[in-house]
């Protein structure tokens, strides 16, 4: 299509921006890294919560 020159959006708001970049504003990247934070530190929480309660499970199963 003649007209349309390469670009991307924003993963925040949606705006067009140039090919390799990612945000559009250093707002948008502040944005994106704290949520990116927040995934990772969901994640950790999770697994940590996952082997607690594995290491549970172990000690309180019943013996054989």
Do not use: W, Y
């Not at 991307?8 to 949520?35: F, N, P, Y």
């Amino acid at each position: 299509m003649p007209g349309i020159i390469p670009h991307r959006h924003c993963v925040i708001c949606g705006k067009a921006i140039e090919s390799e970049m990612v945000t559009c504003s250093d707002d948008c990247q502040e944005t994106l890294d704290k949520e990116r934070r927040k995934q990772r530190n969901f994640m950790i929480f999770m697994m940590a919560g996952f082997l607690i309660l594995i290491l549970l499970l172990f000690i309180f199963s019943p013996s054989r």
